[in-house]
Structure formats: C-alpha cells, structure tokens
C-alpha cells in the first residue's frame, strides 16, 4: 500500500505558506519606512541585518526549547513572538525602537523555524521525508511570491498597514497549527522517549551532516545573501535595465527552485538523497558562475532559471539528510539549530563579501566565488554514505521494537486451555 503525507504535514505546509505571505507583505516596505527616521542606507542594512545575526545568535536556544518543551509549543510562541515584534514595529517613532521590536522578532523567527523543521522530521515517516521537505519550501516559496503583490496594494493606506497585516497572518498562521494540531498524538510530545538528546558534536562526526552543513553554508551565501544583495545591482549597473526587470530575474529565480522542489524531493526518497543533493549543487554551481559573465538580460535570465532549478534539487535531499541522522525516535534541536545556524551564517557573510569582490575585481569575480562555495561542498557529499532509510529498517523493526521487547524474543507457548476460542497464555 503506498504510503501517504500524515495530515499534520499539510497543516504545516499551509502555516507555512501563510508565514511567507506575511513576509513578503512587509520585506519591500522595511527599508522605505527605515528611511522616514533620517538615517542612511548604512543603518537600513543594519535593520535588515539584525534580524539575522538574532537568529544566528538565539538558534542554540532554541534547540534547547525544542528538547524540552517539544516542537508545537515552541512554534507557536514563536510565531506569535515574530506577530508581536513585527506589528509593533510598524508604530515605531525612532528607528532605534524599531531596531529594538525587529530583533525580538528574530527571536521568534528562529524558535518557529528550528521547532517546525524538527516537527516535520518527526512527524514524517522517513521514505517521505524528501517529499516533505520540499512541500514545506514550496509553501514558503510561493507565499514569498505572492506576499510583495499584495503588500504593494497596502502601502497606499499607509507604511504602517504591511506590519499590522503581517501580524494578523502571523496569528493566523499560528492558530491553524494549534487548531488541527492540538488533539494530534503524532505531533504530541513523546515523554516516554528517555533518549539522550543528540548533540551537535555527535551530528558533526558524520559525514552526511558534516556534507549538509557544507552545503546549507554555500546555498545560505549563494541564495539567501547573493542573490537578494548582488542581482538587483548587477542587473541596474552592468545590465543597464530597470529595477522592475531585476525583479523579474528573481522571479525566474524562484520560479526554476519551485519546479524542481516536488521532483526532487520524488527522487531523494526513492534513488536516495546524495546524487540529487551532488547534482543540484553542480548545477547551482555552474549556472551562478555563468551569471557573472552574461552580457544580456536573456542569458542572465536562462542563468537565473537554471541557477534556481539547482538549488531546488538541494533543498529537499539536504534537509532529509539532517533528518535521517536525527533519527525518527531522536531529539534533535540542539543538531537542527547548528544547520540553521550554519546557512544564516552563510547569508550574512555572502553578502558582505560578494560586495567587497564587486567593489575590488567586479561581478564576474564576485559571482564566481559564489558559484565556487557551491562546487567546493561537492567535495563532502562525496565522500558522505547514502541515509535514505530502506522502509523496513525505519518503520518495522525499529520502530515497532521499542513497544514489543526485542527483536529476536520468541513468541510465548499457549497452555493449550481456550478462553473465548483462544489459547490462554501463561500469566506473567
């Protein structure tokens, strides 16, 4: 019988897209409204950039939080944590207020973030967890393409509005997972699970999340630093075209990544996740070089295309592959807070020094350190072992073990007498 997405799965996939939608309501405003305050476009990219070094700063926590309040609490206090911080920062009346009510929202941001990632490993029986994964990112995804057209029609009613909606998504986003979750006994907080934590000292000996990390640090520089910082200027300055079309080239962008999410999360559950992670990776790769050397806005929106494609080849494999060393029965928040923290890394250093090789030696240089991070993390995949669980070793024996003893234990000898038209074993 083919085995199917639990439905707290698709609970999570919708919170999620509504998340996104939220961000991308208010992600275009922030620097404008930044701006009312008089301060210049040093301390708008500081705004931005407080958000994450939050995150990277408070993921240790929040693997801590995960571990022993369980996965739901934590993502909906998080989220409501994010609602409060953000809607409060659209009636800021300095911009230090506002840098203060934008860093309690990274707080939030990370507990959600690291406390669904963990509620999706443990919910998801592991041949799916590729599927999962890249349904979870679709939801994102598509919520951050369909955020900016509707902030665009708020602003007119005021720079405030997008920061009060985002809010009431949040809380709605928060309420759907406590509805549907609520009474859920596979989302709930198993407490008769003693293990030991998994520490991220034991998650980096393996070579298989020592390869994740690498290239969650390569695709954080490359899609979530470079590409938001570098191609808006590289199309304005060396393209000579519009904003509206550097907009564009990051919509092909997304659009290649979402093509490719269900496909390749198909495919890391049944070939495995290490060929699909090595090939999105060379191609992302490639493809992000050949960016900084294109001549026209249509090649650079064929790089683009194929740039994102990649990089939806990697996501779901690299994901799962964090799971799979979690384990199904283990608590990891400690281990998903370090991969984490690792691509937030990757997006706060890409940008500065994607910028600092713009400035020195130009965009080819610049693009081809980028592609070059993704090519170099090549080099721990292979050398990493295959994860994908085969079904009978995740959901049989290890997983119906723990609830009947060992596994090579006999079955008990009926006494031969019959109660009920059945053989009545010994009394224990």
Known sequence: MRERLPVEVWVLVAASFIIAVGFGIVAPVLPVYASTFGVGHTAVAALISAFAFVRLAFAPMSGKLVNRFGEPRVYIVGILIVAFGTALSGFSSSYAEMLTWRALAGVGSTMFTVAALGLLIRITPAPLRGRASGLWAAGFLVGNVAGPIVGAGLVPFGLWVPFVSYGVMLCLAAFVVWFFLRRSTLAALDKSNGDTPMSVRQAVQHPAYRAALASGFANGWAVFGVRISLVPVFVIEALKHSPAVAGISMSVFAGGNAAMLFLSGKIADT???????????????????????????????????????????????QNAVVADVIGARGKGGPVLAGFQMV???????????????????????????????????????????????????????VAVAPECGCLDESAEVPTGERVGGKPRHPEA
């Not at 020094?353 to 090549?378: H, N, P, Q, R």
């Not at 292979?382 to 994908?388: G, M």
């Open 271 to 317: 070939r495995g996740r290490k060929p699909v992670a090595i090939a999105g990776l060379v191609v992302s790769g490639l493809a992000t070089v050949s960016m900084g050397f294109t001549g026209d806005v249509w090649t650079f929106m064929a790089a683009s295309l194929v740039a994102g494609m990649g990089a939806g080849l990697l996501n779901p494999p």
């Open 343 to 397: 691509t937030d890394l990757g997006a706060i250093i890409g940008p500065m020094c994607a910028g600092l090789l713009a400035d020195s030696f130009g965009f080819e240089a610049s693009f081809a350190i980028t592609g070059a991070a993704l090519l170099l993390s090549v080099a721990f995949w292979l050398v990493a072992p295959e994860t994908l669980p085969t079904h009978e070793e995740e959901h049989t024996a």
